[in-house]
Each structure stands twice: as structure tokens, then as C-alpha cells.
């Protein structure tokens, strides 16, 4: 937990040098794919420890909600161009990100069902291909900050990330997780008389003494 924490921290006060901002902000690919990203994933481990906790936000609906709403703010391409023209909003950027799509996430997780879990996974590779299709089709810049051909490669890594997302989660679905070995009846039979002298012998009452006998 204490190196998950100063992990997010340290972290966090990388990515907030100007070195950092100018390098990862100086393309679409790095802004999109590895800023934001990074940001969030600051909240989320800044927010494990108390993600096991009983506070929550019931089964974790609110929070959920909160986090891909934020996230799906950022991922447009207008909201991109006001951060880099704006540095309050950049700044906005890096306060919400972290407390407002990572945190509430990682609070919410561990709260939703299965069902809720394996919804939010796996719409995670059609949203990513969309967005794909849209910065590698169009026609015109979508951010007036960033061209055409950084446009275009960002298209090709989104759908990258995509295929790499799709392949984990095929990958977990089916051979992650491995069936439980099961011992052998004759083997089973063995351990159960093996142990039953044992469980006889722990519940045998205690023999009564006997009463000494006096000589006459």
C-alpha cells in the first residue's frame, strides 16, 4: 500500500515538471496515450489502500459514472486544444484527472459486481477502436494544435492499444484463469483414513479414575 502511494506521488510530481508537460503535450499520440492515462493512474493508486475499505459509494455506480464521465471529457479533441491554450485549464486538467477519473475509479471497483466488471472491460476495445477511426479518417484537423500525420499516427497506436487490450482480456477470459486441481479418488480415500484415527482419538472422553482402595 505505502509504495503503491508513493508510486502515484512520485509519479504525479514528474508529470507535473514542465519538461515532462512540454514533452508529453508537444504530440497527440504522447498527450492522449500516456499523459492522461498516466495521470489517472496516479488517482488509482493513490486511492488503493482505501478502496478496500467499508466507505464506499454504495456498489459503486456513482463513482464509476463520475470517472468515465471525466475521462470521456478529456478524450475530446476540443478539450484538448482549450488545455494547451489555457494553462488554468491545464491545470484544471491535472487536478481532474487524477481526483476525478482514478480515485473515484479505484474506489468503485472493488464494490461492482461481475456482471458490471465485465460490461465496463469489454467496451473498453470498441471505444478505443472508434476513437481510432476518428483521428485516422478525418479528413481535417480535429485539434488545432496538433497536424494531420500526428493525427493519423495517433489513430494507428489507438487501434494498437486496442488489439493489445483485446488479446488480454481473450488471453484472461481463456487461459487466466485455471481450474482448481482436484486430488485423485483413491488418493482422497487415502488422506480421509488416514485421518480418522486421529479425529477418534480426539474425541475419545477421558477415562474415568478409578477410586484408590483402602487396606484393612
Known amino acids: 500500500m505505502i509504495r503503491r502511494r508513493a508510486l502515484g506521488a512520485g509519479t504525479y510530481l514528474i508529470l507535473c515538471t514542465p519538461p515532462t508537460i512540454h514533452w508529453l503535450e508537444s504530440q497527440l499520440a504522447t498527450h492522449l496515450l500516456i499523459q492522461m ?10 486511492a488503493a489502500p482505501a478502496s478496500r475499505s467499508d466507505a464506499g459509494n454504495g456498489s459503486g455506480g456513482p463513482g464509476t459514472a463520475l470517472a468515465l464521465g471525466a475521462a470521456l471529457y478529456w478524450m475530446l479533441p476540443r478539450s484538448m486544444d482549450w ?4 494553462p488554468w485549464v491545464d491545470l484544471l486538467k491535472f487536478v481532474t484527472l487524477p481526483l ?3 480515485l473515484p475509479l479505484a474506489l468503485s471497483w472493488v464494490r461492482l459486481s461481475l456482471v458490471a466488471r465485465s460490461f465496463l472491460l469489454s467496451n473498453l476495445p470498441p471505444m478505443l477502436a472508434v476513437l481510432s477511426w476518428l483521428y485516422w479518417s478525418a ?9 494531420v500525420d500526428d493525427q493519423q499516427r495517433t489513430g494507428q497506436l489507438l487501434l494498437a492499444t486496442a488489439l493489445v487490450v483485446s488479446a488480454g482480456l481473450i488471453y484472461r ?5 485455471q481450474p482448481r486441481a482436484h486430488p485423485a479418488p483413491a488418493e482422497a480415500a487415502r488422506h480421509t483414513q ?3 484415527p486421529l479425529a477418534t482419538e480426539t474425541l475419545r472422553p477421558p477415562s474415568a479414575t478409578t477410586a484408590p482402595q483402602l487396606e484393612l
Open 173 to 177: 477470459c481463456l487461459l487466466g484463469a
Open 194 to 196: 488416514a485421518s480418522l
Open 100 to 102: 476525478a477519473v482514478g
Open 37 to 46: 492515462p498516466l495521470l489517472a493512474a496516479c488517482g488509482w493508486w493513490l
Open 83 to 86: 488545455a494547451l491554450e489555457n
Open 139 to 147: 479528413p481535417a484537423r480535429l485539434c488545432n494544435f496538433y497536424l
